[in-house]
T-cell receptor, first 114, second 111 residues
Framework: GGIITQTPKFLIGQEGQKLTLKCQQN?????MYWYRQDSGKGLRLIYY???????QKGDLSEGYDASREKKSSFSLTVTSAQKNEMAVFLC?????????????FGPGTRLLVL | GEQVEQRPPHLSVREGDSAVITCTYT??????FFWYKQEPGASLQLLMK?????EINEGQGFTVLLNKKDKRLSLNLTAAHPGDSAAYFC??????????FGDGTQLVVKP
């Protein structure tokens, strides 16, 4: 088995601030994802990385940057935090890039912007 | 692209009752389907992965039904217990090698 670790668990930021969320996986999976989860909503894909050194925009990439530093880690940056923003950011990984692959999720980072 | 609609958004049942959550999707070529469970404060855990070739899928305490003709996927929890209280999400494969999630159902099982 493996595990996905996300840091920090909670993140409180100020309006306009640049905030970075980190994700590590030890599954040795090729593909990693960042999703945003708003209360009462499904998961919306922000960025994904098919393999190391790859970066792809999802449906919600505006306002975010991402970086796949190495195979095991994938970071997400909120480029300018929006006032009163509150969401959970979920990192996931899958063995390969393909819609047949099960995605494994991390515990999430809870963001609150004051 | 693929549209996934999940109903109901909230569901409250008594312990021992059944609970049914349904997702409809639009892409007739969808082949892989997933149900995830998210307990409060925890991450999404895979409940079951379903292939389009199998219409009835039995799990521990639940059944997943796939109706390809109607493009409907359902999660049926039989004899729900308080430990089943969680958010449930369906996910459906679609174009571009992507997976698309429903908006989730918040299930509460009362003792």
């Amino acid at each position: 088995g493996g595990i996905i670790t996300q840091t920090p668990k909670f993140l409180i930021g100020q309006e306009g601030q640049k905030l970075t969320l980190k994700c590590q996986q030890n599954f040795n999976h090729d593909t990693m994802y960042w999703y945003r989860q708003d209360s009462g909503k499904g998961l919306r894909l922000i960025y994904y990385s098919i393999t190391e050194n790859d970066l792809q925009k999802g449906d919600l990439s505006e306002g975010y940057d991402a970086s796949r530093e190495k195979k095991s880690s994938f970071s997400l940056t909120v480029t300018s935090a929006q006032k009163n923003e509150m969401a959970v950011f979920l990192c996931a990984s899958s063995p390969d890039w393909g819609n047949q692959d099960t995605q494994y999720f991390g515990p999430g980072t809870r963001l609150l912007v004051l | 692209g693929e549209q996934v609609e999940q109903r109901p958004p909230h569901l409250s049942v008594r312990e021992g009752d059944s609970a049914v959550i349904t997702c409809t999707y639009t892409d007739p070529n969808s082949y892989y389907f997933f149900w995830y469970k998210q307990e409060p404060g925890a991450s999404l855990q895979l409940l079951m992965k379903v292939f389009s070739s199998t219409e009835i899928n039995e799990g521990q305490g639940f059944t997943v039904l796939l109706n390809k003709k109607d493009k409907r996927l359902s999660l049926n929890l039989t004899a729900a217990h308080p430990g089943d209280s969680a958010a449930y999400f369906c996910a459906v494969s679609g174009e571009g090698n992507r997976i698309f999630f429903g908006d989730g159902t918040q299930l509460v099982v009362k003792p």
